[in-house]
């Protein structure tokens, strides 16, 4: 009899697991998806030194119509200069060379009534910081060969808004001298304010063309050139390089990074995390209009962290308005690899992000493990902003780019391509607004050719159809069917009820982490200053 019973139960599980499989696809469940991911990028391998010993050494506090040269000159290694709150300094200040690794402080004497480490500094801050102002077109703060350990905190730096001659750069850290241990390094700009003149045209902010350079909780605004580009920070140097919450303006690229001729090195391990890039909708039209280019642009850089930073108003001028450009300029020493950006929130752009890689023109060009991963892209083309609302551009040559976990409100085509070779190129857990891909061509046969060996899986394009797309993907009418909860108030998490919740190849929800990015969003715009 019990024999008789285990027969039953024998032949009865087949049937017993076959149900259980289809309750469980009723609920919901998704395998995981075997993949083949390519190498990710790797992360910055080093950091420049920000937090260093007290000071120990004297005090010296220069009062306005004080000599702020000659007690730079005098200084050593663990003292401190403090100026007096308010007062201008008119000049052009040089950084010199000393021994020793102890850093030289220059501050504010009022430093104790000023926002603390962490806290972004404000123009409204502005009536208790000494000024530093250059009134021709050298720099206001420069430095001499091997210039190193200087710190600055609550400093403002700018130009007298009543000089005529372009000024190149407001800090131009760089050494003529073209040996290694010339390259300024150690410096420190931290809760400064830094700014252009309305009416006159100041290129760039800071031009790091130095190594273990940070600039720290600082606001650089008002940057403009009639007649070329202009940034708030260019970066030329070796690195590293920390770029940390800072309000980035300027009408040109906000930032930089890498040299457009082989005169420099490619910029190494660079953390560029919780800043605001803004561009202010008055420079559009009317009489401050101004020639706007990208938000980010990168020529040459490796192991570069981008995080959690908001990248606002790119429209499209004589550049097609990417919001962030990486576009090797082509040289013997220029490359762009083991870049990651993720957690970022990019809005109000003419397009997202394009990538170029090798072509016929610059076959030197090296473009390869890219991560963009876990970021928001919102109100991207449109009449607004001019442009093709594209959300990715990959042309020419590129190898291991990944594009993971991203949501898109875009008005163009989700993805475009050339006829180039993408090897190692992955695309998954995307919710883009648009299903067309590989320019007009689609997914389709030229895909393979192009993208060999590529992972395309678990996406969601609205407004398309499955044939030609391999399978694992979605293709939902419109914005309404995908299941935001709150689309029409910006709300892009997926509901509960979305079919797109926990179905990402990793289990997760496809798209991206939405209550993540808000929080560092909030942090990237306020600066920490009541948020």
């Not at 926002?115 to 077109?137: H, S």
């Not at 906000?254 to 995390?273: F, K, Q, T, W, Y």
């Not at 550049?319 to 929130?345: M, Y």
């Not at 991963?373 to 919102?378: A, I, R, V």
Request: charged fraction near 15%; proline fraction near 5%; aromatic fraction near 8%.
């Amino acid at each position: 009899m019990l024999s008789h019973a285990r027969s039953i139960t024998t032949r009865l599980r087949p049937s017993i697991f076959l149900l259980l499989l289809l309750a469980i696809i009723a609920l919901g469940y998704r395998p995981p998806f075997a993949q083949l991911v390519p190498p990710l990028a790797a992360p910055p391998l080093a950091a420049p030194e920000v937090v260093h010993a007290a000071a120990n050494g004297q005090t010296v506090f220069v009062p306005a119509g004080g000599d702020l040269q000659a007690a730079i000159d005098e200084a050593h290694g663990g003292d401190v200069i403090a100026l007096e709150a308010g007062a201008t300094f008119m000049g052009n200040f040089t950084l010199p060379q000393k021994s020793g690794a102890d850093w030289v402080v220059i501050r504010s004497a009022a430093r104790e009534s000023l926002p603390p480490a962490g806290v972004r500094i404000a123009p409204t801050d502005a009536n208790r910081l000494p000024k530093i102002v250059t009134p021709n077109a050298a720099p206001a703060i420069a430095t001499q060969p091997g210039a190193h350990h200087f710190h600055f905190i609550d400093v403002e730096i700018a130009a007298a808004p009543n000089g005529s001659a372009r000024v190149e750069a407001l800090a131009r850290l760089e050494s003529a001298g073209g040996a290694e241990n010339d390259t300024p390094a150690d410096i420190i700009f931290d809760r400064c304010y830094i700014h252009g003149a309305p009416a006159r045209d100041v290129r760039t902010g800071i031009l790091l063309a130095s190594a273990r350079t940070a600039v720290l909780d600082s606001y650089l605004a008002d940057f403009q050139d009639a007649s070329a580009g202009s940034q708030a920070i260019a970066i030329t140097g070796p690195g590293p390089f920390k770029i940390v919450n800072n309000y980035l303006s300027a009408a040109a690229e906000n930032v930089v990074l890498g040299a457009s001729d082989a005169s420099a090195a490619s910029p190494a391990d660079v953390e560029i995390r919780g800043n605001y890039f803004h561009k202010p909708i008055s420079w559009k039209t009317g009489a401050r209009a101004r020639q706007a280019k990208d938000l980010l642009a990168l020529n040459s850089g490796q192991r570069v962290l981008i995080e959690n930073n908001v990248f606002e108003n790119s429209w499209s001028t004589d550049e097609r308005g990417f919001a962030v450009v990486l576009a090797a300029s082509g040289h013997s020493s220029s490359v762009i690899q083991d870049v990651t950006f993720r957690k970022n929130v990019v809005r109000r752009s003419a397009a997202g992000i394009g990538i170029t890689g090798q072509t016929a023109d610059f076959p030197k060009r090296l473009t390869q493990r890219v991560l963009i991963q876990d970021n928001l892209f919102e109100e991207i083309g449109g009449a607004e902003w001019g442009g093709s609302g594209v959300l990715f551009q990959i042309v020419g040559g590129t190898m291991d780019v990944v594009i993971d976990h991203n949501t898109g409100l875009q008005k163009g085509k989700a993805l475009v391509t050339d006829g180039a070779t993408q090897a190692g190129f992955v695309y998954q857990n995307n919710i883009a607004l648009d299903h067309q891909t590989a320019d007009a061509l689609g997914y389709g046969e030229a895909w393979s050719v192009r993208f060999p060996g590529d992972v395309f899986a678990r996406n969601v394009l609205t407004g398309g159809a499955a044939s030609g797309y391999p399978n694992e993907n979605f293709f939902p009418g419109s914005a309404a069917d995908v299941g935001f909860v709150d689309a029409a108030s910006g709300n892009y998490r997926l509901s509960a009820a979305s079919p797109y919740t926990n179905a990402a190849t990793d289990g997760a929800n496809i798209g991206a982490d939405y209550e993540a990015i808000q929080s560092a969003a909030a942090d990237a715009v306020t600066g920490g200053r009541n948020s």
